[in-house]
Nanobody
């Protein structure tokens, strides 16, 4: 089991940027597909971005393509989410998650390990 701790959230104005970090412990993330998800009040948790074990393959939700970048440093056991050109619609709690299942996993149900989340609030 891998433990995940997110950081880097906060309040930012529209058009601004934030960089989220997800520090893992208890197990190397090199054996996990890693993803970032978000959940806004009253909405279901949704995938934001996912990266394969090597970091070569990355998938993004349409709503964040061209603005967000997921990356991973397996040596540091850390995953990042660079968020640029933020809009109020990006306001949510952002979660880091790890999946031991093979392939690049895009479904919430495929992830067994979750962080506690970090709040991102974008003001207009």
């Amino acid at each position: 089991q891998v433990q995940l701790v997110e950081s880097g959230g906060g309040l930012v104005q529209a058009g601004g940027s934030l960089r989220l970090s997800c520090a893992a412990s208890g197990h190397t993330i090199s054996t996990y597909c890693m993803g970032w998800f978000r959940q806004a009040p009253g909405k279901e948790r949704e995938l934001v971005a996912v990266t394969s074990r090597s970091g070569v393959t990355r998938y993004y939700a349409d709503s964040v393509k061209g603005r967000f970048t997921i990356s991973r440093d397996n040596a540091k056991n850390t995953v990042y989410l660079q968020m640029n050109s933020l809009t109020p619609e990006d306001t949510a709690v952002y979660y880091c998650a790890a999946s031991i299942r093979l392939g690049v996993r895009q479904n919430v149900a495929d992830y067994d390990n979750w962080g506690q989340g970090t709040q991102v609030t974008v003001s207009s």
